[in-house]
């Protein structure tokens, strides 16, 4: 293993609160070590040991790698002309999913693959180092087996979402489809899956058709995740939290019940202000959640719908302007936020023996990620072994971007 030094950190985020100052665990003219897996050693730069190589952080700020806990990021097609016609006006309704399921059903296994790694890049370049990925757009069983394999082959972090809508084919027979989600396609996609997702929202599944299907995902050992309270208060995060779900999705729309029921929970808000932005929804309440003591993480929601994003700096930006959260929370809630989503303590903090995943900036503080919005100032990432999954991504993903 090679041992690196990165020295002369103006501004060192390591979001343990042991090492430096605040939740954000900050650190002025600091330096760390790391080996090719994990963070050994963090201090001021003055007193850095020796190591095999030297990187000169030049007084710039450092972060944890983002942890981006939502993504749809296997698909094909695009929609923009549903975003033209929500800018003048036209409401979002999850209608168009199924344009993204045909053009998904029809394409090839390699154009999905390509097109995957195309985002997964873009999110790397944009200092993601931790990407869930959900199925959701094949529903079917041949088709979500094979959007989770392809998943498989670049994340750690699959999500099975059989449950995104009821696809036309079952529009006379809902029953029917819930059946078959809980049944044989939980079945084929539950042993390559860690998490369960569903949609529980207007013009998806109920939250009867939902927790029927939760219920027989967690029976199939997977862990919980829910779509909840993006177009209404319908019900979706009273459920998440009743399920012990890691996160509850979009909360665009919440009763203080909600708020109340999220504060008395392990249950994380994880808040898209990404499709907030595209569907021109009332952005969610950051600022509420927080002050009452919610857990919250931010994430892309990555997707031909909602929130063609790969930019977690542009979330950022969003989070701050638009959902009032401060910087410091907000850069929490893109990193160790998002691991909390992911149930993971190892990733999105660079206190001793977190992963080595690693964003230095082009900036002497990080809140430049608000700041200068539109501009990547993310100069270099460092992605440690063996965070991606094993095939051959694995291999290429691992090690550092420079001028990402
Ligand atoms: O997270 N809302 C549900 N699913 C996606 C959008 C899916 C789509 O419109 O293609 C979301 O916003
Ligand atoms: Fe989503």
């Not at 985020?13 to 900050?26: E, S």
């Not at 975003?83 to 999850?94: C, H, I, K, L």
């Not at 999913?97 to 999110?123: M, P």
Request: proline share 3%.
């Amino acid at each position: 293993m090679t041992t690196r030094v990165i020295k002369n950190i103006g501004e060192l985020t390591t979001n343990d609160p042991t090492v430096g100052t605040g939740a954000t665990g900050r650190l002025h003219d600091a330096a760390m070590v790391i080996d090719d897996a994990h963070v050994l050693w963090v201090g001021p730069n003055a007193q850095a040991p020796a190591a095999d190589e030297m990187i000169d952080a030049q007084e710039s700020a450092v972060i944890p790698g983002f942890v981006d806990s939502h993504t749809h990021l296997v698909f094909a097609g695009e929609r923009s002309g549903e975003f033209e016609a929500r800018m003048s006006g036209t409401p979002y309704d999850g209608g168009g999913i199924s344009n993204t399921v045909a053009s998904t059903r029809a394409a090839s296994s390699d154009e999905l693959r390509r097109s995957t790694e195309k985002r997964l890049r873009e999110l790397r370049g944009g200092g993601a180092t931790t990407v869930e990925i959900k199925s959701g757009y094949a529903l079917n069983v041949e088709g979500e087996s094979r959007l989770i394999d392809i998943a498989n082959e670049f994340s750690d972090e699959v999500t099975f979402l059989g449950a995104h809508v009821v696809p036309e084919e079952y529009a006379r027979d809902r029953e029917g489809y819930v059946d078959l989600v809980r049944g044989s396609m939980l079945a084929t996609c539950a042993p390559k899956s860690k998490w369960a997702d569903v949609f529980c929202d207007q013009g998806a599944f109920d939250v009867d058709e939902s927790r029927a299907i939760l219920t027989a995902a967690k029976s199939a050992g997977l862990q919980l995740r829910v779509h909840g309270n993006q177009l209404g208060t319908t019900g979706g995060v009273a459920l998440a939290v009743a399920m012990d779900a890691a996160s509850v999705d979009h909360c665009t729309f919440l009763s203080d019940d909600d708020v109340d029921q999220l504060c008395a929970s392990q249950t994380v808000a994880t808040l898209l202000p990404g499709a907030d932005f595209s569907t021109r929804a009332d952005y969610s309440s950051a600022r509420r959640l927080r002050d009452r003591g919610a857990i919250v993480a931010l994430a892309t929601d990555c997707n031909p719908g909602t929130s063609y994003v790969t930019s977690m700096p542009f979330v950022l930006a969003i989070a701050v302007r638009d959902m009032r959260m401060d910087f410091d929370d907000a850069l929490w809630s893109a990193t160790r936020g998002g691991a909390a989503a992911l149930r993971r303590d190892d990733v999105g903090h660079l206190g001793v023996g977190a992963r080595a995943d690693v964003v230095i900036l082009d900036a002497p503080r990080a809140v430049h990620l608000a700041y200068r919005p539109g501009t990547s100032i993310v100069r270099r990432v460092i992605v440690a072994e063996g965070n991606w999954s094993s095939a051959s991504w694995s291999s290429r993903a691992h090690g550092t971007i420079d001028d990402a």
